[in-house]
């Protein structure tokens, strides 16, 4: 079946470091991709999404290319801030009629100043 | 509203006493999904409804679990005889499905009921 698979947290960096959440799927077909972000005392929230090989999601300085070769969708930020902290979740969406979503089991970003 | 609706936001329960979360998804989406959220963990996928076809119920824990989706639109997660591993916040989202059978697209997310069985 379908699955995810994202870095170990805790991540810890300091104030303008470069951020890369790794993040690797495995399913059959062309699923679409998503980072979910779960900031302190909130819910879930769309971060940004890819639907097809080689497009590039981003929203708020994040970035992410889906990479059909290597089933990746890493996400990457060039200079974190301390309100990026959050858990950053991967997840894909299958390509068949019924599939479930389904999430990796989330990264915990911690930004200091 | 225009967003998904979980009430209620907090339960708080006696072990053995049976509970009823309510999901009211975004009007027009055709999927909607429960998923549970434990203290620093990530999603545990439960139930998800996709228009008129059966639920896929696969990841519901045991059978003190139920959920139904009336008229395609609210849903209510059932969970009998509570134990205190229970204790989780359960989140509801919905989507709109693809075109051609290809899936759902973005998942939006309720704000969750924290439920606290003592």
């Known amino acids: 079946g379908n699955s995810v698979t994202q870095m170990e947290g805790p991540v810890t960096l300091s104030e303008e470091a470069f951020l890369t959440i790794n993040c690797t799927y495995t399913a059959t077909g062309y699923p679409s991709l998503f980072w979910y972000v779960q900031y302190p005392g909130e819910g879930l929230q769309l971060l940004l999404k890819?639907?097809?090989?080689?497009d590039k999601g981003s929203n708020k300085g994040f970035e992410a290319t889906y990479r059909k070769e290597t089933t990746s969708f890493h996400l990457e930020k060039g200079s974190v801030q301390v309100s990026d902290s959050a858990v950053y979740f991967c997840?894909?969406?299958?390509?068949?009629?019924?599939?479930?979503?389904?999430f990796g089991p989330g990264t915990r970003l911690s930004v200091l100043p | 509203g225009a967003g998904v609706s979980q009430s209620p936001s907090n339960k708080v329960t006696e072990k053995g006493k049976d509970v009823e979360l309510r999901c009211d998804p975004i009007?027009?989406?055709?999927?909607l999904y429960w998923y549970r959220q434990s203290l620093g963990q990530g999603l545990e996928f439960l139930i998800y409804?996709?228009?008129?076809?059966?639920?896929?119920k696969s990841g519901l824990p045991s059978d003190r679990f139920s959920a139904e989706r009336t008229g395609g639109s609210v849903s209510t997660l059932t969970i009998q005889r509570t134990q205190q591993e229970d204790s989780a916040v359960y989140l509801c989202?919905?989507?709109?499905?693809?075109?051609?059978?290809?899936?759902?697209?973005?998942?939006?997310f309720g704000p969750g009921t924290r439920l606290t069985v003592l």
């Open positions: 009007s027009g989406h055709t999927a």
């Open positions: 997840a894909l969406s299958g390509d068949n009629y019924g599939q479930n979503f389904v």
């Open positions: 409804f996709q228009g008129n076809s059966a639920p896929d």
């Open positions: 989202a919905s989507s709109l499905s693809l075109a051609g059978g290809r899936g759902t697209d973005t998942q939006y």
């Open positions: 890819a639907t097809k090989a080689d």
